[in-house]
């Protein structure tokens, strides 16, 4: 629904991928499963290791809703689905890092997809990096990633995005990790508080 909202034309594909079944958690893991290259580049280059699902330590939330371990990354960073699983409803993702920060990055696992393939760094967005400077790296390193992006967003029949609007989505959620109960605490250990990843730009 952001995508339409954001001005794009509604093509018979973005028609498709706005449908909450195909875009529903289940159906996204089942087509990540399906397509190995799709699984290489979230495990490595994304960031969104669908095997770690072990975090360093268990979590809690100000809100109360319930966490689910569903991705890890290679520095010890963990993704969460927030809430509890509805059929075809979405859950917001949480990320904790190895460092004792945490951020809400995503209104929906595919909301979370899409950021770890279209914005790799997304991690220095919240940092403050702004583009230009912002993937300027990883596009060095990975010059064919605008290809590689669009074939797979397109194997896991997810709208395309630029990265202007992938980093807005981000910044909007990220915004909501305090103020709606999100920053993350361990359970029963004093000053055991997450700082948020979030940081304000000079902009």
């Given at each position: 629904?952001?995508?339409?909202?954001?001005?794009?034309?509604?093509?018979?594909?973005?028609?498709?991928?706005?449908?909450?079944?195909?875009?529903?958690?289940?159906?996204?893991?089942?087509?990540?499963?399906?397509?190995?290259?799709?699984?290489?580049?979230?495990?490595?280059?994304?960031?969104?290791?669908?095997?770690?699902?072990?975090?360093?330590?268990?979590?809690?939330?100000?809100?109360?809703?319930?966490?689910?371990?569903?991705?890890?990354?290679n520095a010890g960073g963990t993704h969460y689905s927030c809430g509890p699983a509805v059929p075809d409803g979405p859950r917001p993702v949480l990320y904790t890092d190895s460092e004792g920060r945490a951020s809400l990055i995503a209104e929906s696992l595919a909301e979370a997809l899409t950021l770890a393939i279209v914005l790799p760094s997304w991690h220095d967005a919240l940092a403050g990096s702004r583009p230009p400077a912002l993937n300027s790296d990883y596009l060095d390193d990975h010059p064919d990633h605008p290809t590689v992006c669009d074939r797979l967003l397109a194997a896991l029949r997810l709208p395309p995005a630029s990265d202007r609007e992938v980093l807005d989505r981000l910044l909007t959620t990220a915004a909501r990790t305090v103020p709606d109960g999100y920053l993350p605490h361990v359970p029963d250990e004093e000053s055991s508080g997450f700082q948020p990843m979030l940081e304000l730009s000079a902009e």
């Open positions: 629904m952001r995508h339409v909202l954001a001005g794009h034309p509604l093509t018979p594909a973005i028609t498709a991928a706005l449908n909450p079944a195909v875009l529903s958690d289940d159906a996204l893991i089942r087509r990540i499963a399906a397509h190995p290259e799709v699984a290489s580049y979230l495990a490595c280059d994304g960031e969104f290791d669908l095997a770690r699902t072990d975090p360093i330590e268990s979590i809690a939330l100000p809100n109360g809703l319930p966490v689910e371990p569903i991705a890890g990354c």
